[in-house]
């Protein structure tokens, strides 16, 4: 082997002495590769060669029957004796039906003369040659030095996805050459450093029917220059990153193709994964996939437990307000078990929850993302809660408080998205005032969560399909519980005043009680599975304003309580970072409603299948607490 052998890269071209493969050809030799044309016609491979390389140093000719296997590895053994490497293999030839799979011409045979045996040439040339290419390319491409990989380009049509009646063959073939290159990508990728990608051709100037050129128009035919500035996409990705995509090209267009939403939702995600007890019977190890499954899951439906017993709901916040709900609801749904996720499973809150025999209790905190990953292992559900108000009362700013917000929503995200059977995640979020009013109003604890629903959708689409958001308005709690809205008494007077930083008359959502609503709306999402996919929901049936709670609170306390509101300034001096962000959020209220949602993505507590007697709302939630003593 010479001295050129490692100098340019080095590439095969299947179906490369015409049409689309010796565009593909010529332009990737005028970027300095060597080429190895592939064809069955010697007098014309030879005089395409020739024309590129007249020495043969930089561009060959392999007669090959590409649906041959051993003829494809002969020409890959004589590539790497001349070059000592092989680079980027583009999986070009093919051609249309050489037949008729219709029988039309068999209409007036009789019933015993069975049709002569169709020609598959079509599926033998573009299928499986591309199947064999691949094959023999990882092969090859494994012994490069000094980094083993390369790259695999296949050449598809847009028949594939949308086909054309005159090419049954040929449209089936074609789909299957997408779905070759979607399903070999991670695995090609991830074990052998090997990118495979697909071009879909609209029609191009080929000779693979007569009058090719006269059956389209013009602006219909796909420029010479977008089919090698598609080309190019993959071939200069010098990072080697781009694996399992599609692009079309279109006249001077070019598209990408995304894989297809799921319509089955999580019953279509897990049928796609590897199951690696399986993967290591066929093929001699195991994938190592991120999302494949290593066994069964917990509760699989050969033990009955999946479909006749429950599935597990990992469950965050499980001693706050949101996920305790969720906990005491879902606890005594059939069908699941709860999984209790904190940080610390030794606090007293966290050994109440595990004292419960009907809830397990497992450790995962929000700064570990491998921490979550493993609290989440097995779930089909799980529902993720962030808490801003935490950080802002150990001393962080509202923004500070925001950022480590943001940071826990996406480590939630990412651990749920790397469970291989998770079905459905469910995410407690808030509407942005920075978003709706921008370079006017920010509220910080709704603006963080609304970054991880955009986050989510940019960054885990797989995951984004199977999300549903929900928004939680006003706890009624928080007359109780919370100092900056806790009505107090003027001494002496036996009257109470609630000081708020808004207008009586301002509305708010009112998610109600909070030990048992937050449950039922995730239990009903559950429910409803893929039909609340990728919707937000409200959890509350009502809409208050501050002046028709505090009336509701003295009707059912007898004590005489009135608002007195005061500017942001003022409550700012009372209550510091904590009394700001409440104002905010209050001028937000003014301004809009800020939870309104509707159209394709929203679902209503009518969809959800949402019980309103069993719904506990503001009045049902200040009688508990009047009736336990908390305003005596």
Same mark, same amino acid.
């Not at 499954?293 to 479909?307: F, Q, V, Y």
């Not at 609503?517 to 409803?528: D, E, K, M």
């Given at each position: ?9 080095? !590439? ?57 296997? !051993? ?562």
């Amino acid at each position: 082997m010479g001295s050129l052998q490692n100098e340019a890269r080095v !590439a095969i071209i299947t179906g490369g002495t015409s049409g689309i493969g010796l565009e593909v050809t010529r332009h990737l030799h005028a970027k300095g590769w060597r080429v190895v044309l592939l064809g069955r016609r010697p007098e014309v491979g030879i005089e395409k060669a020739a024309s590129l390389d007249p020495s043969g140093t930089t561009a060959v000719f392999e007669q090959c029957d590409v649906s041959s296997y !051993a003829e494809q590895a002969a020409v890959f053994k004589r590539v790497w004796a001349r070059w000592g490497r092989l680079d980027l293999l583009i999986a070009n030839a093919g051609t249309i039906d050489s037949g008729s799979w219709y029988n039309f011409r068999g209409r007036g045979a009789a019933v015993e003369d069975v049709p002569p045996e169709p020609s598959t040439a079509c599926t033998d040339t573009h299928l499986k040659a591309l199947m064999y290419g691949t094959h023999l390319a990882t092969h090859f491409m494994r012994h490069n030095q000094p980094s083993p990989g390369g790259k695999i380009i296949a050449t598809s049509s847009m028949l594939g996805v949308h086909p054309c009646p005159s090419f049954p063959e040929y449209s089936a073939v074609e789909s299957a050459v997408i779905q070759w290159v979607r399903v070999n990508a991670p695995l090609l990728k991830h074990k052998e450093n090997i990118t495979i990608n697909s071009v879909m051709m609209g029609p191009a100037v080929t000779p693979a029917m007569p009058g090719f050129a006269k059956a389209f128009l013009p602006e219909q035919l796909v420029l010479p220059s977008t089919i090698r500035r598609a080309y190019d996409l993959f071939i200069d990705d010098d990072d080697n990153k781009r694996t399992g995509e599609t692009v079309e090209t279109a006249h001077d267009q070019i598209y990408w193709y995304e894989m297809p939403e799921y319509k089955a939702g999580a019953l279509d995600v897990r049928n796609q994964l590897a199951y690696e007890p399986w993967f290591a019977l066929i093929h001699g190890e195991k994938s190592d996939l991120d999302d494949a499954l290593h066994g069964p899951p917990e509760g699989n439906a050969e033990d009955a437990g999946r479909i006749g017993e429950f599935r597990i709901i990992a469950v965050t916040g499980a001693t706050g307000a949101q996920g305790g709900g969720v906990v005491n609801v879902l606890k005594k749904t059939p069908g699941w078990k709860v999984r209790a996720v904190t940080r610390n499973p030794d606090s007293d809150a966290a050994k109440k929850l595990a004292a419960d025999g009907d809830v397990e209790v497992v450790r995962g905190d929000f700064e570990d993302e491998a921490s979550l990953v493993k609290a989440f292992e097995g779930a089909a559900a799980v529902f993720a809660v962030t808490n801003w108000w935490e950080s802002l009362f150990t001393g962080k700013s509202q923004w500070e408080s925001g950022e480590i917000e943001e940071r826990h929503g996406m480590n939630l995200a990412r651990a749920a998205a790397k469970t291989p059977t998770l079905e459905h995640y469910i995410w407690s979020t808030q509407p942005s005032s920075k978003t709706r009013f921008p370079g006017q109003l920010e509220t910080p604890h709704m603006d963080y969560k609304a970054k991880v629903d955009a986050r989510i959708r940019a960054e885990l689409p797989d995951l984004a399909r199977k999300t549903t958001y929900l928004y939680f308005g006003y706890y009624p709690q928080n007359m109780a519980y919370f100092p900056l809205l806790k009505p107090f008494e003027i001494p002496g007077t036996g009257q109470y005043i609630q000081v708020v930083a808004t207008k009586p008359d301002a509305k708010v959502l009112l998610t109600g009680d909070m030990t048992v609503n937050p449950g039922i709306w995730v239990r009903q999402a559950l429910a409803t599975g893929p039909a609340a996919f990728g919707k937000y929901a409200k959890v509350a049936l009502e809409r208050w304003s501050f002046q028709q709670m505090i009336d509701k609170w003295s009707e059912i306390t007898g004590k005489r309580a009135f608002i007195i509101p005061v500017p942001e300034e003022t409550w700012t001096k009372l209550w510091g970072p904590a009394g700001t962000e409440l104002a905010w959020q209050f001028k937000f209220g003014e301004l809009c409603d800020p939870w309104q949602v509707s159209g394709q993505d929203y679902i209503s507590a009518e969809e959800l299948g949402i019980d309103a007697n069993e719904v506990v709302g503001f009045e049902g939630t200040i009688k508990a607490f009047a009736d336990a003593g908390m305003f005596n």
